[in-house]
C-alpha cells in the first residue's frame, strides 16, 4: 500500500512538472505569431492584437475555447482533400500545448531575446521586408453607417520611369474591418493620348449611376494582371523566376466590396508591390471560370435556387490549348453556399485534386497556394461544383424568410456566384517537381 501511494504521489508530481513545462514564451508565442498574430496585429483584420503576453493571456480561455472547435484560425478547405503551402491550421499538437497552458493558469516563462516566429512582423505590410512601392486611392473614402454594403471602383493612375519585375503585391487598407472583399486588376494603358486623370477617382456602383463606369472603358482594353483579398489572405507572391511585369503606365481599378456599417468611418485602400532585380523567365497569368468568368452561361443547372431549396451545380471546362501549371486557386461562392469542391479530369480519365471546402464560410476565403506546380494537361476538363442551400437552416441565408437567389455575375452578395480563380503559367518539363513553399 505504501508503494502504491508513493507511485501516486511521482506520478501526480510528473504531471505538474509536465504542465509547468509549457510557458508562453517557450511553447505558446511561436504558434501565436505564426497562425494568429498576421490577423491579430494593428492595421490588420483582426478585432484585437495578440502581439504580447499580456494580449494572449487576457484572453487565454477564448482562445482556448475557439482553437479546440478549430473556429480560429480561420481555414476552411479540407486537407485531407489537398494540402495548401499556406495552411494556417493548427495542428491538434500545438492545440493541445495551447489548451494545456491555459489549463495551466497560462504561466509567462522566461522570455527569449529572440522569439522564433517564421518571418519578422513589420508595420504595414504581412510580406518579409517594405514594399518598393506603394499605390493608393488619392482621397479616403466615407464609408456610411447606414447598414448598407456599397461597391465602390477606385482608379488608382500611376506613371513610373520605367517597367519593374513583380515579386509580390498585397492589398493595404487603413481599416481592413471596414472591407468585404477587394478585386483590382492593374490595366497598361501605353497610349498617352489616354488621359489618366481626368476621369472621375471612383464609381459608386451601389448608389450612383452604373453607366459612369463607361468612362473607364478606354483603360481596359489589355489586362496585366488580376488580383484581390477577402478577409484571412495575405500576399501573393512569385517564387525563383516567376511573376509578372508592372507595366510603365496605367490604372488600377479596384473593386472594393464595403460591408454593412453603423458609423461613418472613412478608407483608403491601395496596394504594396514588391520589385526583384533577376529577370522574369514565366510570367504568370490569372483566369476565372464560372461567374464572371469563362464558361458562366455553362453551369448547369440553370443557376438559380429557389426559397426553402438546397441545389448543387457543377461546371466542366475544357482545356484545349496547352499544359499549363497551378500556382494558386481561390474558390469563391456566396452567403447560401455550403460545399465547394474543384478538380482536373485528365484525358485518361484520372483526376487531379483542386481544393475542398466542405463548410463554405463567406466570411473566411482564402487564395490557396500549393506546396508544388500542379499541371493541368491539353485536353483535360476543369470541374468545378457548389452546394447551396437556400432554407432557413442556413444561419448565412441573407433573407428571412428565404427568397429566390439568382446569380447574374454580379458582385452584390445576396446573388449567388459559382466562381474559380487560378494563377497559372505555362508548363514546362519538370514543373510538377518545383516547390512553391
Known amino acids: 500500500m505504501k508503494k502504491l501511494l508513493v507511485i501516486s504521489f511521482l506520478l501526480v508530481c510528473a504531471t505538474s512538472i509536465l504542465a509547468q513545462e509549457v510557458t508562453y514564451y517557450k511553447d505558446v508565442q511561436p504558434i501565436i505569431a505564426g497562425k494568429c ?55 491538434q499538437k500545438e492545440i493541445d500545448v495551447i489548451v494545456k497552458w491555459v489549463n495551466n493558469k497560462a504561466p509567462e516563462g522566461k522570455q527569449v531575446a529572440k522569439p522564433a516566429v517564421s518571418k519578422p512582423m513589420l508595420e504595414g505590410t504581412q ?45 493595404l487598407s487603413n481599416n481592413r474591418k471596414l472591407v ?36 473607364y472603358q478606354p483603360y481596359r482594353k489589355t489586362i496585366t494582371y488580376y488580383g484581390g483579398w477577402i478577409p484571412g489572405t495575405t500576399y501573393e507572391s ?54 464572371g468568368g469563362i464558361g458562366e452561361k455553362d453551369i448547369t443547372p440553370t443557376f438559380f435556387i429557389k426559397a426553402n431549396e438546397k441545389k448543387s451545380f457543377s461546371l466542366d471546362v475544357m482545356n484545349p490549348s496547352e499544359d499549363f501549371s497551378i500556382m494558386y486557386v481561390w474558390p469563391h461562392m456566396h452567403y447560401i453556399g455550403k460545399e465547394y469542391k474543384a478538380y482536373i479530369i485528365k484525358p485518361g480519365g484520372d483526376t487531379v485534386r483542386l481544393v475542398h471546402i466542405p463548410d ?45 437567389v439568382w446569380s447574374f455575375g454580379d458582385m452584390q452578395s445576396t446573388n449567388e456566384m459559382l466562381t474559380l480563380m487560378m494563377v497559372f503559367l505555362p508548363y514546362k518539363q519538370g514543373d510538377e517537381k518545383v516547390s512553391l513553399e
Open 37 to 91: 498574430a498576421p490577423c491579430h496585429r494593428p492595421g490588420e483584420a483582426g478585432p484585437f492584437s495578440l502581439l504580447t503576453y499580456d494580449d494572449v493571456a487576457r484572453r487565454a480561455s477564448f482562445i482556448k475555447d475557439v482553437v479546440q472547435s478549430r473556429y480560429m484560425p480561420p481555414w476552411r478547405a479540407d486537407n485531407k482533400y489537398v494540402h495548401f503551402a499556406n495552411d494556417r491550421s493548427l495542428s
Open 127 to 171: 510580406y518579409s521586408r517594405q514594399p518598393d512601392m506603394v499605390l493608393k486611392m488619392t482621397d479616403s473614402f466615407l464609408v456610411k453607417g447606414d447598414g448598407g454594403e456599397r461597391f465602390i471602383v477606385f482608379k488608382i493612375p500611376f506613371e513610373l520611369a520605367d517597367t519593374a519585375n513583380v515579386e509580390a503585391i498585397e492589398f
Open 180 to 215: 468585404h472583399h477587394v478585386n483590382y486588376a492593374v490595366h497598361a494603358v501605353p497610349d498617352t493620348a489616354v488621359d489618366l486623370y481626368k476621369t472621375d477617382a471612383f464609381i459608386n456602383l451601389t448608389d450612383d449611376d452604373r453607366k459612369k463606369f463607361d468612362q
Open 238 to 291: 512569385y517564387p525563383k523566376d516567376f511573376g509578372w511585369v508592372m507595366p510603365k503606365r496605367g490604372v488600377i481599378l479596384m473593386t472594393v466590396h464595403f460591408a454593412p456599417g453603423t458609423v461613418d468611418q472613412n478608407s483608403l485602400n491601395g496596394i504594396n508591390l514588391f520589385f526583384k532585380k533577376t529577370p522574369i523567365a514565366r510570367k504568370v497569368k490569372v483566369i476565372s471560370f464560372g461567374s
Open 360 to 404: 463554405w464560410d463567406f466570411r473566411w476565403q482564402e487564395i490557396y497556394r500549393f506546396p508544388k506546380l500542379v499541371r493541368a494537361p491539353k485536353g483535360s476538363v476543369i470541374h468545378i461544383e457548389g452546394l447551396y442551400d437556400n432554407t432557413a437552416s442556413n444561419p448565412f441565408n441573407p433573407h428571412n424568410p428565404p427568397q429566390t
